[in-house]
């Protein structure tokens, strides 16, 4: 069986999304193709193959359509000039992007000067034309040259073609006012639109403007600038005042405040100090520090989120293929149609020059880039928002989802509560405090759970490992060890029963860790861990967001589980659950349910999968998190959730509005066309002037 192979192209130069829309349905028909996801933001191509040569049909079919865009693998460019920019020609004048924002302003200014001199000049009507005709090519002479282009390649009937038919014909019947003023309009909106997208695009980059350039590397007495992708783990660098983290590390030397608002969200300077954990992408305000690196860039944070956003706008949401099939099968019927509106009439006795004006504006009108840009860049204005509250959202798709929640399911360390748990009672039988604890401490020596933790720092002193001859951690139930000639047992209720332990109930509100030694009883440890701040308020406004249930599961006891629901409103739980009995019950819960699973991401990963949105908290620590979770919040604050739901609910609703508006306008402006009630100006305002408003208003999503 030949072996399926993920390529991701880039497509320099691409700048239009209709034109993106027909390349991505291209590719998709093409035999042994899978998987195909067209970027029109990150102007990437990405699909599965078993065929290395599909590349060049690719590249045939990319060519045909946008003859300047230049097609590569990605990292096998090296020669390639990010820098150069491209004069792109194509089927459509929609450019978004690479554009010369000053050189622009100027020509249309000039253009307008020569415009107003013509409409207000008093001198001979030689003169007059003159300057008519001067701003005329000034301001529509890219959209001429475009034209002449893309007729010499076989593409003749487009925006192009259509403006320049239209407005040399104003010329021709003497109406020059109309022919500059249209074209006028035109270039402005484009300009508009173009500015527009190109703004959005960079608030986003900015939002991610996290790459490190550079990583102060230390060798031997000597400090050297290399790229970060050089360092390797355990290299110690230095980080000075007011550089970003390279990479992720522990502070080794130093203290300082770190702004960490790029990765978490967070606004207040966080104080870090020798032997902190930090995050690549945090900037450091003040102090000197050397930190110990403990991933690669390749693996560090910032690599984790770039990788993450730039391939988030690839899932695309439901309602973004929607348009792009209507696309697909719109702009054949709409041709179609302006085909019969020229002939059929003037077959039946019409006139040929009136019948085709009318086709002209038709086609002029019917052009779906409105739809077909203002959509993504909705979904990619939500998702960019998101990333500056701290959210990561992996797709478009899973932006959709959140709005359509109605069941919640937490879990509850970590999630709920801090995580962050501390010894608050020792109740010994027969046996001292300080044995007891002395022993938990032992039992728990390999475990990296919280409790165990806790119980060791708790006991502070040095463990003598010699003395732990056997070790075993029972899922679910605790830890089972040989201390020196002791069998010792350290865990929950389930584990003395396991064992046949006659232990001690208790109504103890907090974690409960049964010490048994030698199949004798010998006391229990209470562990406390706090609620977060928050949580209360957040259940609540979830309440007011539609959530109807909210539900906790835990492997906690009863009597925790069930105060800690009581303490933050939410409606129900199941607790005493074993790893496989919590994915089981979550199974349970999500029967004909929208539902969401919300843990923090280090053992969570399976119910992650089985969500129809599964959310990390602050697992950007955890690769399982990233690799299982649909969204990851990137600090520890449960109040991100309600920004989600706000922010997907505003990305949905912005997005109908811009697929009622562009349609209900164009059907409109299509009717008139067609009788003959309408003229060029209502056209380019149908096409550009609708595209333009739900540009505008996807951009209205960042104002969140």
């Known amino acids: 069986m030949e072996k399926t192979q993920k390529t991701k192209l880039s497509l320099d130069g691409l700048n239009c999304a209709n034109c993106a829309a027909k390349i991505e ?18 102007k990437t191509l990405s699909y599965e193959s078993t065929n290395t040569e599909d590349i060049n049909k690719i590249k045939k079919i990319v060519n045909k359509l946008e003859p300047d865009v230049k ?10 000039d990010h820098s150069h920019e491209h004069e792109h020609s194509h089927t459509h004048t929609h450019e978004h992007g690479n554009f010369n924002l000053k050189k622009e302003i100027i020509r249309i200014s000039i253009g307008l000067i020569f415009f107003i001199a013509a409409i207000i000049t008093n001198q001979q009507m030689i003169i007059k034309i003159s300057l008519y005709l001067a701003a005329y090519l ?70 991610l403007d996290i790459r490190p350039d550079y990583a102060n590397l230390i060798k031997g007495q ?57 995050l690549s992408g945090f900037v450091n305000q003040n102090g000197l520090i050397k930190v110990k690196v403990e991933k690669e860039f390749s693996e560090s944070t910032v690599s984790k989120i770039l990788n993450m956003v730039e391939n988030a706008s690839a899932k695309k949401a439901k309602t973004e293929k929607m348009i792009t099939k209507f696309a697909k099968y719109y702009t054949p019927a709409v041709v179609f149609f302006a085909l019969g509106l020229a ?15 009318r086709a002209l504006i038709f086609l002029v009108i019917s052009c779906p880039c409105g739809l077909v840009l203002s959509i993504p860049l909705g979904y990619f204005s939500g998702i ?52 007891l604890l002395k022993t938990a401490a032992y039992a728990e020596k390999h475990s990296n759970h919280p409790i165990a933790q806790s119980i060791k720092k708790e006991y502070n002193q040095q463990i003598d490992e010699t003395k732990i001859k056997k070790y075993e951690e029972i899922s679910g139930h605790g830890i089972k060890a040989k201390i020196e000639e002791k069998t010792v047992l350290a865990g929950n209720s389930k584990l003395m029963e396991k064992f046949g332990i006659n232990y001690k109930e208790n109504n103890n509100s907090g974690t409960i860790v049964h010490i048994a030694i030698n199949g004798q009883y010998s006391g229990y440890l209470e562990i406390s861990d706090k609620i977060k701040n928050g949580v209360k308020q957040t259940i609540k406004q979830l309440k007011q967001l539609g959530i109807k249930n909210t539900v906790m599961l835990t492997g906690d006891n009863k009597k925790v589980a069930q105060a800690v629901t009581k303490e933050v409103g939410i409606d129900e739980y199941y607790a005493e659950l074993l790893p496989d009995q919590k994915v089981q019950k979550f199974e349970q819960i999500k029967t004909n349910k929208k539902i969401a699973f919300i843990g923090d991401g280090i053992n969570d990963a399976p119910v992650l ?29 449960i109040q991100r959730v309600v920004d989600a739901i706000k922010v997907s609910k505003k990305t949905a609703k912005i997005t109908w509005e811009n697929i009622i508006i562009v349609l209900g306008v164009k059907i409109v402006f299509l009717s008139l066309g067609a009788l003959g009630m309408t003229n060029i100006w209502g056209a380019v305002f149908a096409d550009v002037g609708i595209a333009l408003i739900a540009v505008f208003n996807s951009l209205r999503i960042f104002k969140n």
């Open 25 to 42: 349905n291209k590719v998709k028909n093409l035999d042994g193709i899978k998987n195909v996801e067209l970027n029109f933001i990150t």
């Open 71 to 80: 097609v590569y693998e990605e990292g096998k460019n090296e020669f390639h």
């Open 138 to 207: 000034i301001i529509g002479g890219k959209v001429l040259i475009r034209s002449a282009k893309n007729i010499m390649r076989g593409n003749v009937f487009d925006e192009n073609f259509l403006m320049g038919i239209a407005t040399i014909g104003a010329f021709a019947i003497k109406e020059y006012p109309e022919a500059v003023g249209v074209m006028l309009f035109y270039e402005i909106g484009e300009f508009l639109q173009n500015l527009a997208v190109d703004n959005s695009k960079k608030s986003i980059k900015s939002l």
């Open 222 to 278: 000597n400090i050297e600038k290399v790229s970060p992708s050089q360092v390797k783990v355990n290299d110690i660098i230095v980080v000075k005042p007011g550089e970003k983290v390279p990479m992720d590390g522990k502070i080794i030397q130093g203290q300082t405040m770190m702004d960490t608002s790029a990765i978490t969200g967070e606004s207040v300077p966080r104080t870090v100090k020798e032997n902190d954990e930090i």
């Open 343 to 357: 002939t059929i009439p003037v077959l039946m006795g019409g006139t040929f020059s009136d019948w085709l004006y």
């Open 384 to 435: 960019g928002t998101l990333s500056k509250k701290g959210i990561l959202i992996k797709g478009g798709n899973y932006l959709e989802t959140i709005k359509d929640l109605d069941t919640i399911v937490f879990d509850k360390t970590g999630t709920i509560t801090q995580g962050v748990f501390e010894v608050v009672k020792i109740k010994p039988e027969n046996i001292t405090k300080e044995e």
């Open 609 to 637: 999968t089985r969500s129809d949105i599964g959310i990390a908290m602050g697992g950007l620590g955890s690769d399982a998190a990233i690799e299982a979770a649909d969204a990851v919040i990137m600090d520890d604050n």
